[in-house]
């Protein structure tokens, strides 16, 4: 069945580097579940003691720095993608061009959209980095790989494309949305109205995990669903921990909203 709509695997070493990667991501979402959490947003300051206060993995980043530092690598793999592999077909186009647009809006994001308050550890800054440049190289190089193999059966792509624009689209509203929540002299936190935000308290990460989706149904790689999987049980458990974190913050937080997918969990 998953040969219809896959390409053939270039290597073992391919499979291999396939399991690894989602195994690591899921193995993310369990911990943030559990309270092992990657230290930002609202949890940049969890598990910090004076004994790990002096770890240089523990230095404190500003929070605007930290998410370049998280972004920019993986944008400019996007960019470099074009000139490592100038030829390909329109399927290699399209994702090169996804990867790319992915990672230059969350730049742009953090250097125009979004406020901050707290900051980010640099632990969790070169594993969130790090995870994003191998995504953006491994996808665009197994790609290039795979140039000149059989297509799969049932072509995805073009649907991968409009899903890929909804989900960086309904991304972007709802980050737009919550920059809006508080002007640059507040700090505090708010409840998110508007959008999806009556549903669910991430609705950005939903549509976040529809973007990598997307790309997955444009590139038609093992790699590239295993990617978009273990994405989607990170930021489930992301936004598991964020309702929580919610719930505790306020009083009158509505029950009835959701963690990321509406009127399910």
């Known amino acids: 069945m998953f040969q219809s709509f896959l390409f053939e695997e270039p290597s073992s070493i391919i499979t291999a580097i396939t399991v690894v990667t989602f195994a690591f991501l899921a193995y993310l979402g369990i911990s943030e579940i559990i309270g092992k959490h990657l230290q930002y ?23 605007r720095i930290g998410m370049l530092i998280l972004y920019t690598p993986a944008c400019i793999m996007g960019f470099a993608s074009f000139l490592l592999y100038p030829n390909g077909g329109i399927r290699f186009m399209m994702l090169k061009s ?37 995504l953006a190289a491994v996808m665009t190089y197994i790609q290039h790989l795979i ?3 059989t297509e799969p059966e049932i072509d995805l792509k073009y649907i991968g494309l409009l899903i890929f624009i909804v989900g960086i689209s309904g991304n972007f509203y709802h980050h737009y949305i919550l920059s809006k929540l508080r002007d640059n002299r507040e700090k505090g ?4 109205q508007g959008g999806l935000f009556g549903l669910v308290i991430c609705p950005h990460y939903l549509f976040e995990i ?52 509406p009127f399910v969990f």
């Open 41 to 63: 947003s609202k949890f940049w300051n969890v598990n910090i003691n004076s004994a790990s206060s002096s770890n240089f993995l523990q230095t404190k980043l500003s929070s």
């Open 98 to 134: 996804a990867v790319t647009i992915h990672f230059l809006k969350r730049d742009l994001e953090v250097l125009f959209v979004h406020k901050y308050s707290g900051g980010m550890v640099l632990g969790s800054v070169l594993i969130i980095s790090s995870a994003y440049f191998m």
């Open 147 to 149: 140039e000149g193999y």
């Open 189 to 192: 936190y708010k409840i998110p």
């Open 210 to 261: 529809l973007g990598f989706l997307g790309i997955a149904f444009i590139s038609q790689t093992s790699f590239s669903f295993c990617c978009a999987m273990g994405c989607a049980l990170y930021l489930m458990g992301r936004s598991y921990v964020t309702r929580k974190w919610y719930l505790s913050k306020f009083e009158n937080f509505p029950k009835n909203v959701k963690a990321l997918i």
